[in-house]
Nanobody, 118 residues
Framework: QVQLQESGPGLVKPSQTLSLTCTVS??????????WNWIRQPPGKGLQWVGA???????YYSPSLKSRTSISRDTSKNQLTLQLSSVTPEDTGVYYC??????????WGQGTQVTVSS
């Protein structure tokens, strides 16, 4: 059973950079065909895809967030990292990491709350 666990600061000040880590267990992030995604849910809104890193290391970003987003990985630790720069209160929400098997998001972390506030 693959498990994903998000971690990071719960509170970030406006204009700062948000940094979150997703630790994956019982499954390698370099295994063929899987994409590892970051998805967020602002309060009272639906899920919003932020970006992903392919098993090969190629990254993909939401066009609306691309200029502020960076996703990387540490294969030795089996971890993904999301960095979102110049945050505003509109970046507040629950952030999830999830695995995509090509069709479905089949495994999700429990999510971590991020609040952007001074």
């Amino acid at each position: 059973q693959v498990q994903l666990q998000e971690s990071g600061p719960g509170l970030v000040k406006p204009s700062q950079t948000l940094s979150l880590t997703c630790t994956v267990s019982s499954g390698s992030i370099t295994t063929n065909y899987y994409d590892w995604n970051w998805i967020r849910q602002p309060p009272g809104k639906g899920l919003q895809w932020v970006g992903a890193i392919h098993y090969s290391g190629t990254t993909y970003y939401s066009p609306s967030l691309k200029s502020r987003t960076s996703i990387s990985r540490d294969t030795s630790k089996n971890q993904l990292t999301l960095q979102l720069s110049s945050v505003t209160p509109e970046d507040t929400g629950v952030y999830y990491c999830a695995r995509l098997d090509g069709v479905l998001f089949d495994y999700w972390g429990q999510g971590t709350q991020v609040t952007v506030s001074s």
